[in-house]
């Protein structure tokens, strides 16, 4: 544990992929785990955070505030990373946060200073999709909202948001959604 300053959990469930991270603001991304679950993350989240914690060497009490992916996404599984989040801040006594899922796949897969929309499949044509800008200091992971989420048709992404990039189906970043846990917003589940 020694020379980390804060530390901080980054959880998402909103998409197909279970996305873990722990990250330090001194340190960068201490340990990181994305895999496509599917509609598993009840059953691997608990077993995959003692497994990150191994790998990263730090005890659970070291985690200052918890950062949870708050959707659009899955029902289920927005519902599996808050509810996660929720209990394990109650648990540890830290804070948790939420941050948008869309913005974390846009941190997984916009280069510094980057900017593009993030899309996740909402089924029967739609798209949840939302235009993202990642800060130029490649440290930084916490993205600026150019347009929030909404739900439209996927043949309106051009003429909504220009040809700006499409980051689709990306895992999101962990340890974006660990880095906006410093920012405090309520992990209030997005249902688009």
Do not use: K, Q
Request: proline share 7%.
């Amino acid at each position: 544990m020694a020379g980390v300053s804060r530390l901080y959990l980054g959880i998402d469930c909103a998409t197909r992929y279970l996305a873990l991270a722990l990250w330090s603001e001194d340190r960068g991304v201490l340990a990181s785990f994305a895999e496509d679950v599917g509609r598993d993350h009840a059953a691997r989240i608990v077993t995959e955070l003692d497994a990150l914690f191994t790998r990263a060497r730090v005890p659970r009490g070291a985690v200052a505030a918890i950062g949870v992916g708050i959707g659009p996404g899955s029902y289920t599984g927005v519902r599996v990373g808050v509810a996660t989040a929720r209990g394990l801040g109650r648990a540890w006594g830290v804070p948790v946060a939420g941050t948008s899922t869309l913005a974390a796949m846009a941190a997984a897969a916009l280069p510094p200073g980057g900017t593009g929309v993030a899309t996740l499949d909402a089924r029967r044509g739609n798209v949840y999709a939302g235009l993202y800008r990642r800060p130029r200091d490649p440290a930084d992971l916490r993205m600026e909202t150019v347009a929030a989420a909404t739900r439209l048709p996927r043949e309106d992404l051009v003429r909504r948001f220009g040809d700006a990039p499409v980051v689709e189906d990306a895992a999101p970043l962990a340890a974006a959604a660990a880095a906006a846990a410093r920012d405090g917003a309520p992990p209030e589940p997005v249902y688009l």
